[in-house]
C-alpha cells in the first residue's frame, strides 16, 4: 500500500533562510504525490501536485518540490522563509482506490 | 464557490450523548472524504464516498460511529454515544478526481467530549 513518512514534527528556520521539508514515499507504482498546508483553524490546501510529468513542480506561495524516485523522496522547499509561512505542512499520497493518504505534518516555526 | 461547508464549527458534548457533524461538499464534486484529526494520530481518514456510495470505510474506529451521504450535496458523520476519546476537529473534504481538481477541504468541527 502507499504511504508517505514526514520526518521530522517540527523544523525551525529563521527568517529568509531556506526551507526544506523532507518527504518520503512508499510505492509500488509510479505515485502521484502532494503537499498541503493547513493554517492555524482552518482546512488543508493544496500547495503543489506531482501526476508524473516535471520531477521538478512549483507550487504557490514560492514552494516547490522535486520528485526523486532513486531516493523515493518528495521534499518540499522554498528559498527565503517568510514569517507567514509559519504552518503545519502534510505530504499526501493518492492510493490505488483514490484515497489521499496524508502524513502526520511537519509543524513549520519561522524565527525572526 | 463557498467551498465545503461544515457545521457546527465547534461542538461541545458531555460523553454517551449523540453528536451529528454536518458537510456540504462543492457542487459538482463527486468524492466525498471524512477526515478526523488529533495531535496523537495526525490525519485519520474515516471514510470516503464516490457518487454518493461509501466505498470504504475501513477507517471508521468502531460501530459508534456512521456516515452517510443522501444526496449529492449532504453528509453527515454521527457519533453515537460519543465518547471523551471521540475529541478532535472532524474534516470533510471533497473533489472531482484529483485530476480534475485537488481535494477541497472544509474548515472542520472541533468536537469536545466531555
Known amino acids: 500500500a502507499q504511504s508517505v513518512t514526514q520526518l521530522g514534527s517540527h523544523v525551525s528556520v529563521s527568517e529568509g533562510a531556506l526551507v526544506l521539508l523532507r518527504c518520503n514515499y512508499s510505492?509500488?507504482?509510479?505515485?502521484?504525490l502532494f503537499w498541503y498546508v493547513q493554517y492555524p483553524n482552518q482546512g488543508l490546501q493544496l500547495l503543489l501536485k506531482?501526476?508524473?510529468?516535471?520531477?521538478l513542480v512549483k507550487g504557490i506561495n514560492g514552494f516547490e518540490a522535486e520528485f526523486k524516485k532513486s531516493e523515493t523522496s518528495f521534499h518540499l522547499t522554498k528559498p527565503s522563509a517568510h514569517m507567514s509561512d509559519a504552518a503545519e505542512y502534510f505530504c499526501?499520497?493518492?492510493?490505488?482506490?483514490?484515497?489521499?493518504?496524508f502524513g502526520k505534518g511537519t509543524r513549520l516555526h519561522i524565527l525572526p | 464557490d463557498a467551498g465545503v461547508i461544515q457545521s457546527p464549527r465547534h461542538e461541545v458534548t458531555e460523553m454517551g450523548q449523540e453528536v451529528t457533524l454536518r458537510c456540504k461538499p462543492i457542487?459538482?464534486?463527486?468524492?466525498l472524504f471524512w477526515y478526523r484529526q488529533t495531535m496523537m494520530r495526525g490525519l485519520e481518514l474515516l471514510i470516503y464516498?464516490?457518487?454518493?456510495?461509501?466505498?470504504?470505510d475501513s477507517g471508521m474506529p468502531e460501530d459508534r460511529f456512521s456516515a452517510k451521504m443522501p444526496n449529492a450535496s449532504f453528509s453527515t458523520l454521527k457519533i453515537q454515544p460519543s465518547e471523551p476519546r471521540d475529541s478532535a476537529v472532524y474534516f470533510c473534504?471533497?473533489?472531482?478526481?484529483?485530476?480534475?481538481?485537488?481535494?477541497?477541504f472544509g474548515n472542520g468541527t472541533r468536537l469536545t467530549v466531555t
Open positions: 510505492s509500488s507504482v509510479p505515485p502521484y
Open positions: 473534504a471533497s473533489y472531482q478526481g484529483f485530476e480534475n481538481s485537488p481535494l477541497h
Open positions: 499526501a499520497v493518492l492510493n490505488r482506490d483514490d484515497k489521499i493518504i
Open positions: 457542487s459538482g464534486h463527486n468524492s
Open positions: 506531482y501526476t508524473s510529468a516535471a520531477t
Open positions: 464516498f464516490n457518487n454518493n456510495v461509501p466505498i470504504d
